[in-house]
């Protein structure tokens, strides 16, 4: 629950509003960034307890939220020590090192810098075009 409820939703509106919005909102940016840093914290407290996310196992937990904390652990790994702990053991895991391959960056994505993000893009991901009907 921890991650469909706090690490998906708030990281992903930390990200709209940090990188891919067209205009500024320093509320809501300031909103986000304090919301996913405290995530974090609490996340780095079940860390110094247990080995994985939800315990003493690998579970679907572990899988769920790496994805969305691959970018804080290598940013943030001094600050965070038993997530950056879990981050090295997730990706030492040769099917988590392979599935995280495949979704590698583009260039209009937060890892390639936003180059080529355009208002098309925004169009489409949260605009007119994407309530558009289907052709």
């Known amino acids: 629950m921890f991650q469909v409820s706090g690490i998906g939703p708030m990281f992903g509106q930390a990200a709209h509003f940090g990188f891919y919005a067209a205009e500024r909102h320093p509320y809501a940016i300031d909103r986000y960034a304090r919301e996913t840093d405290r995530l974090l914290r609490v996340l780095d407290g079940q ?9 003493d196992d690998y579970t679907i937990a572990d899988m769920a939220m790496l994805p969305y904390l691959r970018r804080p652990i290598a940013e943030q790994a001094n600050r965070y020590p ?3 702990r879990w981050g090295e053991a997730m990706l030492a895991r040769p099917a988590v090192r392979d599935g995280m391959a495949v979704g590698v960056a583009r260039k209009e994505t937060i890892e390639g810098g936003l180059d ?3 208002d098309e893009h925004r169009s489409i991901l949260w605009g007119e075009r994407q309530h558009g009907v289907a052709r």
């Open 116 to 118: 080529g993000f355009t």
């Open 82 to 84: 038993h997530l950056a």
């Open 47 to 55: 860390l110094r307890a247990a080995e994985w996310v939800a315990g």
